[in-house]
């Protein structure tokens, strides 16, 4: 079992700027990529930015270059520093990590969330 905690969401105005963290317990040996999630009221959930295991950072159309995804000081400690924030990012931010060899969209361990809002 994979337990992840996120934490850093807050109440901040439109540009400015956030770091959420993702700390990732228990078995992590087959975890092969983290990523970070949102979903906003009456929205899909959808897939900010993921990091994997060798590096490789990728994020959604919406986020790039404003959001930074990665690993942070402490072991098993993913990051994600976000700038310029607009109210659009307004969202309840989820953490998750994919197992080595399940379909790449399919993640299978998940944070509670932790809660960011943009105000305008």
């Known amino acids: 079992q994979v337990q992840l905690s996120e934490s850093g969401g807050d109440l901040v105005q439109a540009g400015g700027s956030l770091t959420l963290s993702c700390a990732a317990s228990g078995n992590l040996l087959n975890i092969n990529a983290i990523g970070w999630h949102r979903q906003a009221p009456g929205k899909e959930r959808e897939l900010v930015a993921s990091?994997?295991?060798?590096?490789?950072?990728n994020y959604g159309d919406s986020v790039k270059e404003r959001f930074t995804i990665s690993r942070g000081d402490v072991a098993n400690m993913v990051l994600l520093r976000m700038n310029s924030l607009k109210a659009e990012d307004t969202a309840v931010y989820y953490c998750?990590?994919?197992?080595?060899?399940?379909?790449?969209?399919?993640?299978?361990?998940w944070g509670q969330g932790t809660q960011v809002t943009v105000s305008s």
């Open positions: 998750a990590a994919h197992v080595l060899g399940n379909p790449w969209h399919e993640y299978d361990y």
């Open positions: 990091l994997t295991s060798s590096g490789a950072a």
